[in-house]
């Protein structure tokens, strides 16, 4: 009680000007906390023309160029169970292009479609085409042994195998080719292997088809449909038909053996037609991070840590506090550089630093690929926590250290 009088009375006291000639600074500053920083580091975005040397070719077939198959086998996506067509049409062409990246076709490449189904957004229901494309981009592709197919889009996404991580590919990018046309389409499926394609499917073409090039006679339409165009045929038809050949994921016993042939203009087959732009291996793991282990809340600590890119693109790092905030996404650095954040706790206890790294593949400004996963963690303690002292309190101690007399007249003890 006689300290708070004490108080009073010296709040009016503090008009004098004992203090003025004193500057003392506050002792605890508000730290403004690191936020997600992008840079603009914005490529062209132009789509590289197709090359002027581009000689017409009548027929091509992915399946036999010059007597080599760079395709893989026909599967069965089960389709009166699950519509998991999307993820089985992306793989069916990602699977080729893997085979012709790597220039070596006798490699078994077989991704897992059930990876996509129970980890991303898909679901037996469906999915669209561009969404697929984005999500194989950004989390990569595991092999069909690391998580067979169930042709169930409730199987936990935890059931992959233990090491998935080190399977990890993913694709720099994926381009949509323009709406219609027909001689792009053609050009792209020679120059980057088997294109990923949607189309609309009709009760003459589905459950059963026993063959022959497909020309729509039914009105039924039942579902839109996602498959993989491997090749083309230009002298099938009068002047300016001809027909795709496509791959299929209805198992073998439908069409022929699994593949079908579809004339040019039926069922909307060249409104959505990508292709795919080269490998992308996620970032290793990062180094666990440095900086000081121990400190008082309310001061500012500085922590890095380095990563490389099997690719040698740029990264972009994102620490996490262990106290429910993170530092958002920092970057770019290069591949290898070290980088660094600074951040405060507000309270004692004990916090576990981690980081992780995504690498920026480009062209856009927020054109990222695949994450890698968290750093061991770096242990900081906060054993102390100081108090926060008003600035009434921090005068008043100063007057009873400068004026001691006041104590004994106060009776303070």
């Given at each position: 009680?006689k300290k708070?009088?004490a108080?009073?009375?010296?709040s009016i006291?503090l008009?004098s000007?004992?203090l ?8 605890f500053q ?6 997600a ?6 490529l ?8 002027n040397?581009?000689?017409?070719v009548e027929v091509?077939?992915?399946?036999d160029v010059d ?16 519509g ?6 992306a793989l ?5 292009t893997y085979?012709i990246w790597?220039?070596d076709p ?8 059930q ?6 957004s898909g679901?037996?229901?469906?999915w669209?085409?561009?969404?697929t ?9 595991i092999s ?13 996404c935890e059931?992959?195998?233990?090491d ?7 694709i720099?990018?994926y381009v949509?080719l323009?709406?219609g046309?027909?001689?792009a ?9 088997p294109l ?6 009709y009760?003459d ?11 729509q006679?039914?009105d ?11 090749g083309?045929d230009?002298t099938?038809?009068s002047e ?5 050949i496509?791959k299929n994921?209805?198992?073998e016993?439908?069409?022929?053996n699994?593949?079908f042939?579809?004339?040019?203009g ?7 037609v990508y292709?795919?732009t080269?490998l992308?291996?996620?970032?290793n ?19 890095s840590?380095?990563c ?10 994102k620490f996490?506090?262990g106290?429910g905030?993170?530092s ?5 650095f290069?591949?290898g550089?070290?980088v660094?954040?600074n951040?405060?706790?507000e ?8 980081v ?12 990222f ?14 054993p102390?926590?100081?108090?926060k002292i008003?600035f009434l309190?921090?005068c008043f101690?100063?007057?009873i250290?400068?004026f001691?007399?006041f ?5 303070f003890r």
């Open positions: 009680m708070n009088i108080l009073l009375l010296f006291f008009c000007s004992i003025s000639a004193t500057s003392t600074a506050l002792p508000a730290v403004s906390k690191p936020v920083t992008f840079e603009n580091n914005k062209s975005s132009t789509v590289s023309e197709f090359s040397s581009y000689q017409s091509w077939d992915w399946r007597g080599v198959d760079w395709t893989t086998p026909i599967q069965d996506q089960i389709q009166d169970q699950c998991s067509c999307w993820a089985f049409g069916g062409g990602l699977e080729s085979k790597m220039n006798e490699l078994e490449v077989d991704f897992s479609e990876y996509i189904l129970s980890c991303s679901s037996c229901n469906g669209f085409l561009p969404s494309l984005s999500w194989i981009k950004h989390n990569g592709m069909e042994t690391c998580m067979p197919y169930e042709a169930d889009d409730t199987v936990p059931s992959k195998c233990e998935w991580r080190e399977e990890l590919i993913g720099k990018n949509r323009s709406r046309d027909i001689n389409i053609q050009e792209a499926l020679i120059e980057y292997g990923p394609a949607t189309m609309e499917v009760g073409l589905y459950p059963e088809w026993n063959g022959g090039v497909y020309q006679n039914s039924e339409y039942i579902f839109g449909h996602v498959i993989t165009i491997v083309f230009d099938w038809g300016d038909e001809g027909y795709w496509c994921s209805w198992g016993d439908w069409g022929e699994g593949w042939r579809i004339a040019y039926e069922c909307n087959i060249e409104n959505s292709y795919l080269g992308n291996y996620p970032p793991k990062p180094d666990q991070p440095t900086g000081q282990s121990t400190g008082e809340p309310n001061q500012e600590y500085t922590f840590s380095m490389i890119d099997p690719d040698n693109d740029e990264l972009y790092y996490d506090w106290d905030n993170h958002g996404w920092l970057g770019p290069e591949s550089e070290s660094a954040a951040y405060s706790w309270s004692k206890g004990t916090y576990l630093v981690t992780k790294t995504m690498d920026f593949i480009g062209p856009e400004v927020y054109d690929g695949i994450e890698s996963e968290w750093s061991d963690p770096l242990e900081v303690a906060m102390k926590e100081n108090k008003s309190e921090l101690n100063y007057f250290d400068s001691p007399i104590t004994h007249v106060l009776a």
